[in-house]
């Protein structure tokens, strides 16, 4: 898990989506640890509750907070049940990831 590797493009798209969020409050270290979850579920299609908590080396309420979150800004969507559930990118999330990899 630790090979995602993250850059600007991604980090530049979670500051984005946080701005037009407009959630302040939100620390270096955590927008870090939500583009490194960006980075992977485009890298990989989807992301799970599991896989974040191994990805950031966090807690499960931990991670669930980080998902809710994108899931505020309406960059990832749940796909099944929230307990067996996986994420995807919306498709704001696409065209953010897309228009920051110009």
């Known amino acids: 898990m630790a090979g995602i590797m993250i850059d600007g493009t991604v980090l530049d798209a979670i500051n984005e989506g946080i701005s037009e969020g407009l959630i302040e409050g939100i620390t270096d270290g955590i927008k870090t640890r939500l583009a490194k979850e960006m980075a992977y579920v485009h890298q990989n299609g989807i992301i799970t509750r599991p896989v974040v908590e191994k990805l950031g080396e966090i807690s499960t ?21 929230r ?18 990899g110009r």
Do not use: C, V
């Open 61 to 81: 309420a931990s991670a669930e907070r980080d998902l809710s979150l994108l899931k505020k800004l309406r960059l990832l969507e749940l796909e099944g049940s």
């Open 83 to 100: 307990k067996t559930g996986r994420y995807t990118l919306t498709e704001k999330g696409k065209r953010l990831l897309e228009e920051k």
